[in-house]
């Protein structure tokens, strides 16, 4: 099945680079899409000055490696934005994830039109054969979608039109922090938490005790939610720190804690586990995504152990509840488990 998705894959490119490659132009800008996917493209472009935009640094570091192994001459950056490349660019070239979030991928295409310079070409890559999405998307905002014969409609292509205004994505929601008051918090698509307060972290701050004064890390923050809210709770001393490898999740939670009085904080972006003093929290919050085999959660948990005071105290939600509890009990002696809202939350204590 890879074998066959891979050939799938090296056929729509060539399809791709049929139907634009006269009309590439440096440098040339690819969106996200997967370490081999990209480093496909920056082969193919050659000797083509190219740069590559991804939302996470994990994946960039990871993109990096591929095309060093490769001895692929291309920048990788990480933005915020797609929009935060520091000039227009005449290309950009769009592989897009299997099982990408939707609203990410309208995102993107928005954003692509501002980063095109005039006349820009933007080509996609699907896929998904027969795809269904993308020419309406990309038609609502480019008013023209060219599909090349032999795409099957999962290689298509457009070129940026006149000046419109931007369109950022986002949404607002509130949370309840007791009988009188509330939170509000911005997210925005690509970042875990979008649009709504996920039960998961309902059921971690409901099980988690936070005393007055604490030192709190959130650990993978995404916008921010766990660790203002937990901040909120401790008082106005102490210090809070959001950790996540994911830049616009950065951006949004120093925007978030900024908005609300919650004392000293500080946003790190960081692959590996950022530069926080070692042993300096009372407090982590951790509420890991359940995919990648449960090695996000191991990495958490890792870097918990190193952050936390020897009577600090993990806080970590999970559904994954039998595999979670293995990897804790290889770092921490003392495990309890809660069942809250169909989710199971871990305190651990060194």
């Known amino acids: 099945m890879r074998k066959n998705r891979e050939q799938l894959r090296e056929h729509l490119t060539e399809v791709l680079f049929d139907a634009v490659g006269p009309k590439i132009k ?19 472009l050659d000797d083509v000055d190219t740069v590559c935009f991804q939302l996470d640094v994990f994946q960039a570091q990871r993109l990096d490696n591929e095309l060093a192994a490769r001895a692929i ?64 998307a990309l038609k609502k905002v480019f008013g023209k979608v060219h599909a090349p014969m032999g795409g099957n409609n999962s290689v298509l292509w457009c070129q940026r039109g006149a000046d419109r205004p931007r369109r950022r994505h986002e949404i607002a929601f509130q949370v309840r922090i007791d009988e009188n008051r509330s939170a509000r918090f911005l997210s925005r698509p690509g970042v875990f938490s979008y649009g709504k307060f996920d039960d998961g972290a309902r059921a971690l701050l409901e ?31 102490g210090f809070t720190g959001f950790l996540d490898s994911n830049a616009r999740a950065a951006a949004l939670a120093e925007l978030n804690a900024a908005a609300h009085d919650i004392g000293p904080f500080e946003v790190q972006i960081s692959p590996t586990g950022g530069d926080f003093p070692e042993h300096s929290f009372d407090v982590v919050l951790a509420n890991p995504p359940y995919y990648a085999q449960n090695t996000i959660a191991q990495r958490f948990i890792e870097q918990s152990k190193h952050y936390l005071s020897p009577q600090g105290v993990l806080y970590l939600v999970t559904k994954q509840t039998a595999a979670v509890a293995e990897l804790l009990a290889e770092n921490f002696s003392t495990i309890e488990a809660f069942e809250r809202r169909g989710y199971t939350v871990f305190r651990a204590r060194a």
């Not at 440096?26 to 193919?44: H, K, M, Q, R, T």
């Not at 004064?213 to 401790?234: E, K, P, Q, V, Y």
Request: hydrophobic share 40%; proline share 11%.
């Open 73 to 136: 001459d291309a920048l990788v950056v990480t933005y915020p934005d797609l929009w935060d490349f520091p000039q227009q660019v005449p290309t950009l070239l769009y592989p897009v994830p299997e099982r990408g979030e939707r609203h990410l991928k309208i995102d993107m295409i928005e954003q692509a039109y501002h980063t095109l310079a005039p006349h820009g070409i933007l080509g996609v890559l699907s896929p998904y054969e027969k795809d269904q999405f993308f020419p309406q």
């Open 207 to 237: 099980v988690s005790q936070i005393e007055p004064g604490a030192r709190i890390l959130d650990l993978g923050c995404g916008i921010g939610t766990n660790g203002i809210l937990a901040a909120l709770r401790r008082g106005p001393d």
């Open 26 to 44: 440096p440098p040339v800008g690819i969106i996200l899409g997967s370490a081999l996917e990209v480093a496909d493209l920056a082969e193919n």
